[in-house]
C-alpha cells in the first residue's frame, strides 16, 4: 500500500507531502491516520526546526474524500463518522498548536476541508496558479469541518459569505490579497521563497518562537486586559524553559553590539548553555 504521507526532512526543514496525487490529495480516513503518526514522529525531532505542509502532484489538497470520508463512513453509521472526524480534526488541531513552526506551501488545488490544515500552519505560501474554493454548497453542504470559521476568521465577513455562498474559485493571487495566505507567487518560485522564509524561521529562538505563534492564536478571543496578563505568563513560561536566551538577546545587543533585535536575530549558538 502506497503511504498517503510523504515525507523527508533536509536541512531541519521537515517536508510532509499530502500523497495521493491521483486523488488531488483529497483527505480519506486513512490519510488523516497517518498524517497524524507522521507528525507525532516528527514533532520532537532536534533535526527538525520548521515543517512545510504540501502537496505531491497538482493538487494541495482537493478536500474531503467524497468517497471514503463521507459516502464510506456514513454507510457505517453515526460512531465512524464520528470517529472520521475526530481523526481529521485532531490532526488539524494538532497541527495548530505544534511545538515547531508550520508552513502551508500551497502548490495547487485547495478546497473544502484542505481549509482546516491551511488554517492550522502558521504561515501559508500559494503558487499564483493554485486555486482555492468552498466547494461544498455545489454539491449540497455547507463548508463544515472548521472551512467556514476559517474563512470568516481570514477573510472577513463579506468575502467570506460571497466565498461560501457561490462556490465559486480564486487564485493564489486572491487568496493573498483576501488573507488566506500570506504571499502568492509563481508555482516555479514557490519552494525557493518558502525556504527562504523557513531558513529565517530557523535562525529565531524556538522557545520564543513557540511562545510567539501561541500567542498569536489566542489573544485574537480575550479582551485587551486579558490579552495583556496572558502574554505577561506566558513570556514568563517561555523563561521557564529558555531563561538564557532572551539575556543572550539583551547581551549581544548592548555589550557585544554585534547585532540590532530591529534589523535581525541573535546569534543562536553563542549561548553559553
Ligand atoms: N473526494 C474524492 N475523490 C476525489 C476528490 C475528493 N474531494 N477530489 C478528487 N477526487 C478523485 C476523483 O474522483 C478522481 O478519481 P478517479 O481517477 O478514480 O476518477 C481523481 O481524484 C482525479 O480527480 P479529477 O476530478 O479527475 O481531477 P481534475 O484535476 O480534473 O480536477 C478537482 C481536480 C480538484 C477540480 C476535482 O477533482 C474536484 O472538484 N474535486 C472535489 C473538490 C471538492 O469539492 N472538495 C471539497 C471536499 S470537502
Not at 52 to 66: F, I, K, P
Request: proline share 3%; glycine share 10%; with cysteine.
Amino acid at each position: 500500500m502506497t503511504d498517503t504521507v510523504a515525507c523527508d526532512v533536509r536541512n531541519r526543514i521537515a517536508w510532509v507531502r499530502f500523497n495521493r496525487p491521483e486523488k488531488r490529495n483529497c483527505m480519506s480516513p486513512t490519510l488523516n491516520r497517518r498524517m497524524r503518526e507522521v507528525l507525532d514522529e516528527l514533532e520532537f525531532r532536534d533535526d527538525v526546526g520548521v515543517l512545510v505542509l504540501t502537496g505531491e502532484g497538482s493538487a494541495w489538497s482537493a478536500g474531503m474524500d467524497l468517497k471514503e470520508y463521507f459516502r464510506e463512513t456514513e454507510a457505517k453509521g453515526l460512531g465512524a463518522v464520528r470517529q472520521s472526524q475526530r481523526e481529521a480534526y485532531g490532526w488539524w488541531q494538532r497541527l495548530r498548536w505544534y511545538q515547531k513552526p508550520t508552513i502551508a506551501m500551497v502548490n495547487g488545488w485547495c478546497f473544502g476541508g484542505g481549509y482546516g490544515p491551511l488554517f492550522a500552519c502558521d504561515l501559508a505560501f500559494a503558487a499564483e496558479e493554485a486555486t482555492f474554493g468552498l466547494s461544498e454548497i455545489n454539491w449540497g453542504i455547507l463548508p463544515g469541518g472548521g472551512a467556514t470559521k476559517v474563512a470568516v476568521e481570514l477573510m472577513g465577513f463579506r468575502n467570506a459569505m460571497y466565498h461560501a455562498m457561490m462556490g465559486e474559485n480564486i487564485d493564489g493571487a486572491k487568496a493573498a490579497e483576501w488573507g488566506l495566505v500570506n504571499e502568492a507567487l509563481p508555482l516555479a518560485r514557490l519552494k525557493d521563497r518558502v525556504i527562504e522564509v523557513a531558513t529565517v524561521l530557523l535562525e529565531k529562538n524556538p522557545v520564543a518562537l513557540k511562545a510567539t505563534k501561541d500567542a498569536v492564536r489566542r489573544v485574537g478571543e480575550m479582551t485587551y486586559d486579558n490579552a495583556e496578563d496572558y502574554l505577561v505568563r506566558a513570556q514568563e513560561a517561555a523563561n521557564s524553559f529558555d531563561n538564557e536566551g532572551r539575556k543572550e538577546g539583551i547581551r549581544q545587543f548592548i555589550d557585544d553590539k554585534t547585532y540590532k533585535p530591529g534589523l535581525g536575530a541573535y546569534e543562536l549558538n553563542m549561548q553559553g548553555d
